[in-house]
């Protein structure tokens, strides 16, 4: 019956929330704590939206007797789109539970520079930084390559983890994308229901679950797209947000663009099969340790020198 779906559902939901929370709880921070309600929120959003989707406006196909009954256009529809709300959700999960990346043990304790040590040790871990490394009041650590601490996934975005932060933005704007193709008819309906049929009845609640699900994939599609779009820059150029941000603020200039596709391979790695997915592999590691980074413009055959012994590329 519908109702005991709403309970399987609601059940389901409930489990996710807590293998979550169940994570956030491994380690003792009230501050991350209290951002897990961040993750939640956006959970909640999901599975609102995908409730109204998939048991209103397709209810007819969800619950038909048949098959027969069932169109092969809605299938495929309902098939493509649980793919890639899967693909979201498995992105989202990954850059939620991945270490952004630490500084590597006793790294800097041999820099000859007095100067360049006073400049990089960090008072609150105290640990030297490398560049382009930042200490995160949230988090209350340091991370390697540091771009921002993103509260809706309640961890820092940083070298081992950027990643799946940009696969998170894609396949969210691709999962906005699919559910308005689905539920845009719904909510025509709706709003002719609203006109001509108005009353108060169960296809009233329907629509208005409708409408509020077709707001805010709107509001929440032109909101991602410029967002989406500003991250696909910052990774054009090799440059991370606090960098864009200082830039704007004091001018400092941050000069790490390698060209396009290098500035591409130092975050998704070298491996074309592994770009969609949220996991690295041996071949799919992002190139460089994250440490070291070249400050120029130089023209190089990164693939080339992924054959190269790792000595050699710490070197160059």
């Known amino acids: 019956s519908l109702f005991s779906s709403k309970i399987i559902f609601f059940l389901f939901c409930l489990y996710i929330f807590y293998l979550l929370l169940s994570y956030m709880l491994r380690n003792v921070n009230w501050v991350r704590l209290f951002g897990s309600l961040f993750i939640l929120l956006v959970l909640a959003v999901v599975f609102f939206i995908y409730y109204v989707l998939v048991f209103i406006a397709f209810r007819k196909y969800i619950y038909a007797e048949s098959l027969s009954d069932v169109s092969f256009l809605a299938f495929f529809y309902l098939i493509i789109t649980h793919a890639v709300v899967f693909m979201f959700l498995w992105s989202f999960i990954q850059t939620t539970i991945t270490d952004p990346g630490k500084v590597p043990l006793h790294w800097g304790f041999h820099l000859d520079d007095i100067e360049i040590k006073k400049r990089r040790y960090c008072l609150i871990c105290h640990i030297f930084k490398p560049e382009r490394c930042h200490h995160c009041s949230m988090c209350n650590r340091c991370v390697l390559n540091m771009d921002h601490h993103c509260p809706w996934v309640n961890n820092c975005i940083g070298f081992h983890n950027r990643k799946f932060f940009l696969l998170v933005l894609f396949y969210a704007t691709l999962s906005l994308i699919a559910v308005l193709c689905g539920l845009t008819p719904a909510a025509i309906d709706a709003i002719i229901f609203f006109v001509k049929e108005f009353a108060y009845n169960q296809h009233f609640v329907d629509s208005i679950l409708i409408l509020a699900s077709e707001t805010a994939l709107i509001v929440l599609f032109f909101l991602l797209i410029f967002f989406f779009k500003y991250h696909i820059d910052l990774l054009r150029t090799n440059t991370t947000t606090i960098e864009d941000l200082e830039r704007k603020?004091?001018?400092?200039a941050f000069n790490y663009d390698i060209g396009e596709e290098n500035n591409f391979y130092q975050v998704f790695g070298v491996n074309p099969w592994m770009w969609p997915f949220p996991f690295y592999g041996e071949s799919g590691k992002p190139l460089g340790d994250g440490v070291n980074w070249d400050q120029r413009f130089v023209s190089?055959?990164?693939?080339?020198?992924?054959?190269?012994?790792?000595e050699r590329r710490m070197d160059s």
Do not use: F, W, Y
């Open 300 to 310: 190089r055959d990164i693939k080339a020198e992924m054959e190269l012994p790792s």
């Open 249 to 252: 603020r004091s001018g400092t």
